[in-house]
């Protein structure tokens, strides 16, 4: 069924008659236009690859705390109490600086995506360093200061990527730039491994060890990299921020080196200059205006329900949740153990789902990943509640695969096809508001009365509010330029239309616009 569904046609759009664009045209095709094609299609995914390091660094910081913090609560000889208000407070921080960054990013995108990206990897530079004393302000503020970074990546990267990913690829690169995203929350995991081996519970063989400081160090060599990366054999800022800026020569050669077809760059250019009054957008007056309201109801309910289908509760207590369930002294290298293979199958998970994605479309993948999700949830409960404890273990696995296929990285792709720039930044404001809730909740709810599966009925309930929004509410996106988006909640729609066998909105959808 799902290879069935047939991609939307490309737009019909007609070509610039510029003599001089055109004369550039024909003499690339003469002198070697499919080395050029290929060289271009090689260097996007190495852009790709470049700006998602921001992601990288943001999901190694997710669960770095995860690895170290049993031994820095031992290493400071804090007790039951002081931990469980310290890991609440570092655990914060970062959701909290996040919110920051998110929705202040905002008021600096006119100096351009690329700009930004390296300034967020300066800052990181600079404060990163304080976490290597062992004293719990300095951890605090280092956190904070990681937040703002991980926030205002979460905005700029998939921006970017949507702006210089030709829209054939564009669920492809979107979904890369997740699995480098998960490749650094399994790093962080792996990091477990280097710690002093445990002679009892939280008690350690060497305190003098130093690995801790390197696990919260290693994000430095990832920001250097995208820096250097950027500021050398990456200094491409996208069409779309130079049209707005009043370049547009400088945008049309960005786009000829995205688009080397002959005609296909003044396609795209024309298709951009179309949509640009719609979606320039610098207050929040206009993003609530009833054409842009539906679309930021959309973004922002991608947002939240990314958070409030529980992933984050695994992430960040992952091995709390997995010696909780043992009894023994190893009990801490067993949760190590699983929580890196959580996050090798989360890498390989999303790493499929990118090249299935421009195939199946964003809201089936949306929708079947809750109905898994929400049915993965109850197994854990069940098993849970009978201590069949390697049954609740596979049932973790098999909700994070059906996550990481389709809430871990699909709404961070149509977030950025929905929404402009401002918009991006307050549904990115949503998400880390959730976060925070998230996790600062968490715990106190899995040592509340109702314990560690009345936690997860609350977000199995949560996955099937999850599938109503993403079944009935949410348009498919998969294969339409920004203005064919920008059509989907208009009365009439803008040509071209998409096949039949593909329903771009949905009847509650239409009623959005009310």
């Not at 939307?8 to 094609?37: E, F, I, L």
């Not at 995914?45 to 990288?56: E, H, K, R, V």
């Not at 992952?318 to 949760?335: G, T, V």
């Not at 106190?444 to 314990?451: Q, V």
Request: charged letters at 15%.
């Amino acid at each position: 069924f799902f290879l069935m569904i047939r991609r939307p046609p490309r737009s019909t759009q007609s070509r610039s008659s510029a003599a001089s664009d055109v004369y550039k045209r024909q003499q690339r095709r003469v002198h070697g236009d499919n080395q050029t094609k290929s060289m271009e299609g090689l260097k996007i995914y190495w852009l790709t690859f470049i700006a998602s390091l921001g992601l990288f660094s943001f999901g190694y910081a997710l669960t770095e705390y995860n690895t170290i913090f049993s031994f820095l609560a031992a290493l400071n000889g804090w007790d039951t109490a002081e931990r469980k208000r310290n890991e609440a407070i570092v655990n914060g921080a970062l959701p909290f600086g996040a919110l920051l960054g998110s929705y202040g990013l905002s008021f600096f995108l006119k100096h351009g995506r690329r700009n930004l990206m390296i300034a967020t990897d300066i800052i990181l530079l600079i404060l990163c360093p304080l976490a290597y004393s062992p004293d719990i302000i300095f951890h605090i503020v280092s956190r904070f200061a990681i937040g703002i970074y991980s926030g205002a990546n979460c905005v700029l990267v998939p921006l970017y990527l949507s702006e210089v990913s030709p829209r054939t690829i564009r669920g492809k690169t979107g979904m890369l730039s997740i699995v480098l995203l998960n490749v650094g929350l399994l790093c962080s995991c792996c990091a477990g491994f280097l710690s002093p081996k445990e002679v009892a519970v939280d008690v350690y063989e060497n305190l003098d060890s130093n690995w801790w400081r390197y696990v919260v160090l290693f994000p430095m060599i990832a920001a250097l990299t995208r820096a250097l990366g950027l500021a050398t054999c990456f200094n491409f800022e996208t069409p779309t921020f130079l049209l707005r800026n009043g370049e547009r020569e400088r945008a049309l050669q960005n786009l000829e080196k995205i688009y080397p077809k002959p005609g296909e760059a003044e396609q795209e250019l024309e298709a951009l200059e179309q949509a640009q009054g719609s979606r320039k957008l610098t207050t929040i007056a206009e993003l609530l205006s009833p054409r842009q309201r539906p679309f930021l109801f959309l973004g922002i309910g991608l947002a939240v329900f990314s958070q409030f289908t529980g992933v984050n509760v695994i992430t960040f207590y992952s091995n709390r949740l997995m010696k909780a369930q043992s009894s023994s002294l190893d009990a801490r290298s067993q949760a190590i153990v699983f929580t890196s293979l959580i996050g090798t199958l989360r890498c390989f998970v999303i790493f499929l789902s990118a090249f299935v994605i421009d195939r199946i479309g964003r809201r089936c993948l949306l929708s079947v990943g809750s109905i898994f999700m929400g049915f993965s949830l109850c197994l854990i409960i069940i098993f849970n509640a009978n201590q069949m404890i390697l049954l609740a273990r596979i049932a973790i696995l098999l909700y994070q695969s059906c996550f990481n296929f389709s809430w871990g990285g699909v709404p961070f792709l149509m977030i950025a096809e929905l929404l402009n720039d401002r918009g991006i930044s307050i549904a990115s404001l949503f998400s880390w508001i959730s976060t925070l809730t998230v996790v600062s909740t968490a715990p106190y709810i899995a040592e509340s009365s109702i314990g560690v599966n009345g936690l997860f009925g609350i977000y199995a309930t949560l996955c099937a509010v999850a599938f109503a929004f993403s079944q009935f509410l949410l348009p498919e996106t998969k294969g339409l330029s920004k203005t064919e988006i920008q059509a989907l909640f208009d009365k009439k729609p803008v040509e071209p239309a998409v096949d039949e066998g593909i329903q771009t909105t949905t009847p509650l959808g239409d009623k959005l616009l009310a």
